[in-house]
């Protein structure tokens, strides 16, 4: 069996690289799929895995969304846009994965949840964005339902998948905006014209995903849905850095999280080998539970300041003396 715990515990498995396609300038796809007599778990749509890259420099653990149709068990699909200021991920990936390759992953995990009962949905997608977005257009089309997706892009030239989106049947509009004669999209206008009951996501580089929260934030929060690619630079719930106390249940251990140190940098200092990828609180890898004590989130994934029954330690801090981790 390829499937292997982490030391983290986190479950990995390897994959084979059954296909690398050139999807659009600077972007690659590859389809990964089991080895000889395994399977792959199911995934829904805006899911994402984690796959581990070994660099010239040491391994490094990334995510990429799913853009496959769920209903597809024998295969995962992912596309890598090469990052001009690449930490290694994606340059490593588009210079040296080749068909045939092994790969380790992680089982698909979805902080981006797609709302299947919305009676209309509204997918707006910023260049490599359209991974997770592509796969939720699939599913609501299975399901019959109402969407339409605003592609932006600069060029066709870098539309990855724009012609297996146009397939679908639903409503798509490209926004080529680096074409003479083609502005940005009007974010405004577009979600002042687009009913209450529209469930609205956004995926794409900070600056798209900025604007659109600016320009949503007075409708219903369930009705909105985002997921980042990187963080913003001021994550929401930011306050005064401050040292706190941090109790470790299941340890028995209590440490002390300096001003300028993360919760998991002194965890891990303790010996603790707890699962952690982006650093940046936008994978939900180093989720944990939260005891007792009141969280201060400055992650993108539980940034809802009622939400205090978890927290990511990468970013996350106390909001007071001390808080207590199921760890």
């Given amino acids: 069996m390829s499937a292997v715990l982490r030391a983290d515990g986190v479950p990995m498995r390897d994959v ?49 969304s799913l853009a496959n149709d769920p209903s597809e068990r024998h295969r995962y699909v992912i596309a890598v846009a090469r990052d001009p200021a690449s930490r290694g991920g994606s340059q490593w990936i588009h210079d040296h994965v080749r068909e045939g390759q092994v790969l380790r992953v992680g089982e698909p995990c979805n902080n981006f949840p797609l709302a299947e009962d919305a009676a209309r949905s509204l997918l707006i997608a910023g260049g490599i964005g359209i991974t997770p977005l592509l796969s939720m257009a699939r599913r609501l089309t299975t399901l019959n339902r109402n969407w339409s997706m605003y592609y932006c892009a600069r060029t066709p030239a870098r539309a990855a998948f724009l012609q297996d989106l146009l397939k679908l049947g639903g409503e798509v509009v490209p926004v080529f905006d680096a074409m003479p004669g083609v502005s940005k999209l009007d974010l405004q206008a577009l979600v002042e014209k687009t009913s209450a009951d529209t469930h609205l996501y956004c995926c794409g580089p900070s600056s798209l995903l900025q604007a659109f929260l600016d320009v949503v934030r007075h409708r219903d929060k369930r009705t909105v849905h985002v997921e980042w690619f990187s963080a913003p630079p001021e994550a929401a719930g930011t306050g005064p850095d ?35 990828s982006c650093m940046e609180g936008i994978c939900g890898s180093c989720e944990a539970r939260v005891v007792s004590g009141e969280c201060d989130h400055r992650d993108l994934i539980l940034a809802d300041p009622a939400c205090h029954r978890s927290m990511m330690i990468c970013v996350s801090r106390a909001k007071g003396d001390a808080i207590t981790l199921d760890l």
């Fill in 16 to 64: 084979v690289v059954a296909a690398r396609r050139e999807e659009a300038e600077g972007v690659v796809s590859l389809e990964l799929r089991a080895m000889p007599g395994e399977y792959l778990p199911g995934f829904s749509a805006g899911a994402h895995i984690e796959v581990h890259v070994p660099t010239e420099r040491g391994g490094l653990q990334r995510h990429y």
């Fill in 242 to 276: 401050s040292a706190f106390t941090v109790h470790l249940a299941r340890s028995n251990l209590t440490l002390q999280v300096g001003a300028h140190q993360s919760i998991l940098e002194v965890v891990r200092a303790a010996g603790l080998d707890v699962p952690y």
